[in-house]
């Protein structure tokens, strides 16, 4: 059978250490160019994710606890990562702030770099623009958590193995105890979606399924 993702003991230290009244929800770049049908870096699977993440929006949102977006922004001029998604350059222009694309799966057309109409953020949610992909690098975003005294971090979103991993990561330079959502994340690569999960359980965080983290929330006294 599949190796489990969180070994026994690791759950029950993560139920023990993290600290679910001080947590965060971070929703990485769930954006139309990356996430509706046809888009130039569609990730095939990344809508499949909406509904888990949904849950877990309104779980944290009951709570008050804080829900962070963040939304990948390409330099309108080249810049190293160009190297790896030629598709951020003219005349496709993925990713590019105000950039208009038209999208057939809702027949309409949206800022390409804006969060998917399934998961429009509110007023009261922290929105962090970052030109790499790791949503601390070069942001507020460390000190805005720390300032409203968040220990713990959910994260969720799309690619699993790049922005999502690189911003699980930077969480666990910061001192965050960090859970990646499993069914909260999505990958074109199945394989390395899996061994980033593997990975990161091993030395950075924890892995878990997004119904355990919601009856977390939930239960919170």
Same mark, same amino acid.
């Given at each position: 059978?599949?190796?489990?993702?969180?070994?026994?003991?690791?759950?029950?230290?993560?139920?023990k250490s993290t600290d679910w009244k001080n947590s965060a929800l971070i929703v990485v770049d769930m954006q139309n160019d990356f996430v509706r049908k046809g888009a130039p870096?569609?990730?095939?699977t990344a809508l499949g994710t909406a509904a888990a993440q949904k849950a877990l929006i309104l779980a944290f949102r009951n709570r008050k606890l804080p829900i962070v977006y963040t939304k990948f922004i390409s330099h309108p001029h080249y810049y190293l990562l160009w190297e790896w998604?030629?598709?951020?350059?003219?005349? *496709?222009?993925?990713?590019?702030?105000g950039h208009q694309r038209y999208y057939k799966d809702i027949s309409a057309n949206r800022d390409c @770099?804006? !969060?998917?109409?399934?998961l429009s953020p509110s007023s009261d949610d922290i929105i962090i623009e970052k030109y790499g992909y790791g949503a601390f690098h070069g *942001?507020?975003?460390?000190?805005?958590?720390?300032a409203r005294g968040i220990t713990s971090l959910a994260i969720t979103g799309?690619? @699993?193995? !790049?922005?999502?991993?690189?911003?699980?990561?930077?969480a666990f330079h910061h001192g965050f105890r960090t859970t990646l959502i499993e069914d909260g994340v999505s990958s074109f690569a199945p394989d390395l979606h899996a061994a980033t999960l593997k990975n990161f359980a091993m030395k950075f965080g924890w892995v878990s399924?997004?119904?355990?983290?919601?009856?977390?929330?939930?239960s919170l006294k």
């Open positions: 059978g599949a190796e489990p993702s969180v070994r026994p003991e690791m759950k029950s230290f993560q139920e870096l569609e990730v095939p998604s030629p598709q951020c350059q003219p005349p *496709t222009k993925c990713c590019w702030k @770099t804006e !969060i998917i109409d399934e *942001t507020p975003l460390a000190d805005t958590l720390h799309t690619v @699993t193995q !790049i922005c999502v991993e690189e911003t699980g990561r930077e399924k997004s119904d355990s983290i919601i009856s977390s929330i939930s």
